[in-house]
Structures are given as C-alpha cells and as structure tokens.
C-alpha cells in the first residue's frame, strides 16, 4: 500500500515540475507558433541562476523569487531583437531558437564550469515526513503545491483576464484577432516571457531534486516536448493533465520495469500521436 | 570591393597553409583528445590540466625536444574522434595520443591506432576490453578498468564487514555492468548472495522510484555505481527517501570522487568506495602534486587530473627512452611498457596488458569541519586489472556486459 503511495506521489511531484516547463512551451507555440527549443536553456538557465543567487544572496528563496524573473527578463530582448526577424519564417524560427540552445548551452559551461551543481533546499523543507512504512522527502510535497498553485495562477490569467482573452483568441485565430485591432505582437512577447519564467521556475523548483550540469537542458527538453505533444500544442489544461499523466506513467515504468525506463515517457507519445495526432487536447 | 575580396582570398589561404605548416620540426607534439561540452566536459577540463601540469614542471621541453599539447574536442562522439585522431597523427604530424574519456570514443579509435602502431595512453576511459580481449601493444591506459577497484570492494565487504546479500544498482551501459560487475564477482566467490540488480537509464533525473521499489529487508547493502550528476542525485535521494540509516550504501570510487563528493552534502557520510586514487593520500608525490595542482588551476584535482598527470609521466619516459627520437614508435612503446615509478596514488607499473598495476584503497566518506573527505580505510597493494585470477582465468570468464542479469541464482 505504501509502495502505491510513494509513486503516486513521485509521480505527480515529477508531473507538476514538467508542467511548468511544457506551460509555456505549449503556450509559446499556440500563440506564436514558434517551436521554442530554447525552452530547456531557460530552464538550465533558471536553476544556474538560482545556485548563484542562493550562494550571494541567502538562501532558496530569494533564488526562487529572483531567477525566474532574471530569466524572463532575459527572454525579452531575444524575442524582440532576435526571433522578431525572422517573424514569418517558422523553420528560421526553430533554427534560431536552436542556435540560442547552443550558444547559452556554452556560455552556462564557461561561466558555471562543468562541474554538477545543486541548490540547497531550504531549511524549512529539508526533512522526510515519516508516512507509515516509508519515508517521503517534504520537499517533493512542497513542489507539488507550488507547481498546482502556478497552474492555479495560469488558469485564472488565461480564463479570467483580459489578457488572457487576448492569448486565448490568439491562439484559436490569430488574424482574426490583428484584425479587430488588438496588438498581438505586445502580447506576444509577454507570453514568451512569461513562457520563459516558468521555465526557469521548474529550473530553481528542480535543482535540489535533480541538480543541474551541462546537457540538463537538453535532456528536458525532450520531456517538455513529449508532455506538449501528448497534451496538446497551445493546450494549457492538456499540458497540466499531459504532465500528470507523464510523470506517473513514467515513475511506475521505472519503479515496475526499470529495464523498460527508456520507454515510459515515449511510448504514450508514440501512442498519442499514432491515434489522435494533435495531442488529446491539441488546438494545432 | 567584392572582387577585390575575391581576388586576395586565395594567396591569403595560401599564405595561410604555409605559415601553418610544419612548426618546427623539432618540436615533439602530442595530441589530446578530450570531450569540450556536454555532461563530460569537466572530466576534459581535468585530462587537460593534468597533463598540462606534468609537461610545465618537465619546462615544456623533454630530451632536448620541445613539447606541444595539441587539444581536440571529440564532443563525445566516436565519428568526431576518430576524425580528430586522424587529423592528429596524419596532418598534425602527432607522436602520441592520449587523453580520451569516453569509452564508446575510445573503441572507435582502437582498431586506427593498432594499425598506427604510435603510441596512445588512455587517461580516463575504463572500459574493460581495450586492455583485455581488445587490447593492442600500443594501447596504454593510466586510470584503471572498469572492473579493477571493483574486485577488491567485494571482497573486503564480505571478509571485512560481513555482508551476505546484496542488492546491485548500476546504469544500464557497459560502464555500470563492469563496475558493480567485479564487486558482485567476488562477493559471490566469496560465498554472498546478489538478491536483486537494478538498471536505470543513464542520466535518469529521478531515483525515487528505484529506491523506493526495494525491499529493505531481503539485504545486508546497497552495492552501486554512479558518476557525476547521477552521483549527486543518486546519493541524495538515498538520503531523502529514507534508506540511509537502513541499509548501508557503497559502490566504486566514482559514486564519491572529488568531482561530486562536496556537493553530495550530509547524505554521503558513511559510504564506502573503492579506488585508486585520493586527494588526501599521505605520500610525498600526492602532497606535492596537489599543492601544486591548487597553486595552478585553484581547485583542487580530482582523480582524473592524477590520472592524466600520470600519462604525461609514461609518455616522458618513452621520448627520454629514444632520447627524443620519437620517430621510433616501437621503441617508445617498449620503453612505456617497462614504466616503474611512485605516482601520487602509489607505486605504479603495466602489467602484460598495459594496464595498471597500483594499490586499491578502501575508502569512507566523512565530515571535515564544513566540508567532506574519502578517509582511507583499508589498501591492497599491486593489484591489477586480474585479481584475484590471474590473467588466464579472467580472460576465460564471460565478460561482465554479459553477466548484468545473471548475478542472481
């Protein structure tokens, strides 16, 4: 009974973290169409940022607060003077947002070195709670209500604001919506933003879990991808159940086969794409 | 001005290639292969200063000859490595090879080298075969294979701390299978139990579900190996879901190495690893190599730079052997094979194989003020990749990539 519990629980303290990296992808593509491989560099970025924030400036939460929002801001002059260039040219698009993967993928090597890095957790989320027969680290719990409060915040901004009207019908039509006069590209930019914000937030929630090193981008990367796809592109409520869905398939596969781990994430997406090609909820 | 450029490219170029021709051809040159990025970049980082390091002492300069490190990136990648070594041995005019991290890269090297019959000495690499079934005269290695500190773990775990049943966790590569392979060989031998093996991918982000699928109760220790990042994570969640404290946890020497040992925290207190190399080593060699190393590069070497330090050793006294004439590749290579001499991980040789000969020692993780060391606890000495069989006998066993789901009756 025990055993259940505790992958449950993995399972969805690890589906709220891919749920904040496959958020903003999903949104990013939605609204811009822009395949945003950069996305794992945010999130690399995120967790290097916290780990030098933490070290300077006392501790977790300062980190937590301040690198995604460094991240964000950093995303900013991307989009405006680099990915607004090639605005009409999808594969430019994907083109670019590899070359910035690579090159912040180097420049993290040589500022951060190559050594693997991990934030401390906080002293108030440090222990294990004792459940009965097994032991659960407090911080995964931590992460599961900080990653369902974010889903919280993303479905009240996108279905209860103006603003999120505005991503809303971007992503349904984006002509229709230059063409009553909205001004789509201000918004856009917000979103990458904001897109890139939580991606570095999955970055600082998962340094103390998973640590951080020079391919870690990469390697979510292929995560977030394989939750959009299942979920949806454009989808937020199917990336959150696409997250939920990856994160216990996967921690049953490994806990149940782990000769098979490799196959517990890509064989849903397989799954999903031979039968419903957009993802389950999928707007592409 | 577009045809002016066009126009003054070509006797640029070829200006170019002329400058860059043979730099004196006194100079002896040595080609480095190492990984530039990706997870192993740091491991290059190391190979380099270590080999760096040994060549500045010498003055740059070795029977009369000056002597130039040439660094190639292999990325990883075999395709890229091969590559670099050609380039290296067929243009760059190379006498020796060396460095090489990666085991897939190495392979993809051995069959070129063999046949170049120039010298290489793998510094890092660990995979078992290329200095047993694959081995070649002209292929050295100065770290150790895979299995070597391995076969002396399981036995002192058996002899020394009485454990009978042992559950094996391992990444699923030829690396993870030789590694644990050699500690469950000889804990078997001994008379112990491997009750269950697990094989999580390689680079796996989340332990949990591995570590919370054993059961506690069916063994006496937890018997792993990890290298970088997955060491960290593996260490911490061993901690976080509760089992150290349970059920004692050791593994080969890379589980704990310097690279990973600070970051690992309180959770590594008290596991036990094998190894042939520690930066706490009381000797006059490790002292002074260390020191000099923090002097150098402001950190302190892990095993990898002792490791790389020491390849610069054999290949020096190969060019001292032909007194410079590194033309004579056989001659080098003879005189690498007869190396004898006291490394800062102890009193270090080849066997037939080219592989080494050193002690082993067992160590245990410990708190030191705020920060850890591996304590040495225990050492064997002269053991090579065969103990305790004998060349012979090893070679006839089946190889340990085979044996990863057979340890269990």
Redesign the interface.
Known sequence: MT?WL??VL?GVS?GMLLFLLAAGLSLIFGLMRIINLAHGSFYLLGAYIAITVAAHFGGFWAAMVIAPLVVAAFSVPLKLLLLDRVQHNELGQVLMTFGFLLMI??AS?WIW??????L?KPALLAG?L?LPG????I??VAVMVIGAIAALLLWYFVERTRLGAIVRAGVDDHEMVQGIGINLPRVMWLVFALGAMLAGLAGVL?SP???V????DF?VLM?AFAVVVIGGLGSLKGAFLASLFVGLVD??G???F??F??FTIFVPMAAVLAVRPTGLFGKA | MKRFLELITIPVFALLTLLAGPAGAQTIKIGVIIPGSGPFAIIGEEVKNGLEMYFAEQGNAVAGRKVELIIEDDGNKPEVGLAKAKKLIERDGVSVITGIVSSSVAYALRDYIAAAKIPMVITVSGADGLTQQDAAPNIFRTSASGSQQSHVLGEWLYKKKGYRRMIVIAPNYAMGYEQTGGFARTFKEQGGKIVKTVYPPLGAPDYGPFLTSLDLSSADVIGVVFAGGDAIRFVKQYAEYGLKGKIPLVGSGLLTDDMVLQAQGDAVVGVVTALNYTRTLQNTENQAFVVNYVQRYRRIPTAYAEYSYVGGRVIREGIDAVKGKVENSAAMVAAMKKVNFKAPRGQFRFDEYNNPITPIYILQAEKQGSSYINKVIDEYTNISQFYPWGAKAYLAKPRYTDMANKWID
Do not use: C, T, W
């Open positions: 055993f505790i992958q993995n690890f993928s180097d090597l070195g190559g050594a693997p890095l991990s401390d294990s004792a097994a032991v659960f680290p911080y995964r998962a879990i998973l640590g090193y020079p391919g870690a390697a995560l921690n049953f490994k806990a149940l782990p000769e781990a490799m």
